[in-house]
């Protein structure tokens, strides 16, 4: 029986993660229920490893401590200047999507805070990782190569995106950060937001009607909806899933309407 496409998912991940082939990731996942972190558990604990030693938290505990500044950082919190240093240690692009998926694994309150708890929890919960720094930038980079495969991921991190991104109080973000975010998310080693049949590039098109037409902060709902909206529109150039009747943002049905026009007067001209 052919595998549904969250199984299909679920193959690529563990794929990613382990380095394995497509048949052993299926013998794992179907022991499992096709429960990505049981089967990655299994599989090193089969091969002689274990996900979860005993002393990996102490571990992960040391290494939180030996990235601080101790003189500049709070005793359970790496600083500005400390996350940064640790981010480009394990690897990331401080200007991409990989931004928000580390952000989003050690569950960050801001882009520029990491917590002792954050840290120690998300690493903790990753199988097969050691608590060393080459070892978590071999396991990150797993995961950006899989994050334009693994739309569950992807929607993860797009969503604490939102939530890592605003600033201080507030409760939505500014349209320039919102764009800017979107701009990192929705280009490789992200999802690319750009129409699968005829190449419509969805991106360009919706940050130059959000220029010409939107003055507001993005909030909540209209971050996630947007995509979800990124999401049909690729699959679906024409936008027949789009209707007045439906439940989409406001926002997001001036958009469509500012589009068709638009597209109406590129073919008269």
């Known amino acids: 029986m052919p595998l549904s496409s969250t199984q299909r998912s679920a193959v690529s991940s563990f794929v990613s993660i382990t380095g394995t082939t497509e048949k052993v990731a299926t013998r794992y996942l179907?022991?499992?229920?096709?429960?990505?972190?049981e089967a990655v558990d299994a599989y090193?604990?089969?091969i002689g490893g274990t996900s979860t030693p005993p002393s990996k938290e102490p571990q992960l505990n040391k290494l939180f401590d030996s990235l601080r500044n101790e003189q500049e950082d709070a005793k359970d919190t790496l600083g500005a200047d400390s996350s940064m240093a640790y981010?480009?240690?394990?690897?990331?692009?401080l200007e991409g999507a990989s931004l928000f998926l580390a952000m989003e694994l050690v569950q960050a309150p801001?882009?520029?805070?990491?917590t002792r708890k954050g840290f120690v929890e998300g690493w903790k919960?990753?199988?097969g990782v050691d608590a060393k720094i080459e070892s978590q930038k071999q396991y990150f980079k797993r995961l950006v190569d899989s994050l334009s495969k693994d739309r569950a991921l992807f929607r993860r991190v797009y969503r604490y995106a939102f939530v890592v991104g605003r600033e201080g109080e507030q409760k939505a973000l500014s349209l320039d950060n919102?764009?800017?975010?979107?701009?990192?998310?929705f280009k490789k080693p992200g999802q690319l937001w750009i129409g699968n049949a005829a190449g419509?590039?969805?991106?360009?098109?919706?940050?130059t009607f959000l220029r010409e037409k939107w003055t507001r902060s993005v909030n909540r709902d209209m971050w996630n909806q947007t995509f979800e909206f990124a999401v049909k529109s690729t699959e679906d150039?024409?936008?027949s899933f789009w209707s007045e009747d439906g439940a989409w943002p406001g926002v997001i049905d001036q958009f469509v309407e500012w589009y068709r026009k638009k597209s109406m007067m590129d073919v008269d001209a």
Not at 30 to 37: L, P
Not at 200 to 207: K, Q, T, V, Y
């Open 178 to 185: 919102a764009i800017l975010y979107w701009e990192m998310l």
């Open 44 to 46: 090193y604990q089969t």
């Open 200 to 207: 419509i590039d969805w991106l360009s098109e919706w940050i």
């Open 30 to 37: 179907k022991n499992a229920g096709y429960k990505v972190n």
């Open 87 to 93: 981010l480009n240690a394990i690897g990331v692009d």
């Open 110 to 114: 801001t882009i520029g805070e990491i």
């Open 237 to 239: 150039e024409s936008l």
């Open 125 to 127: 919960a990753q199988p």
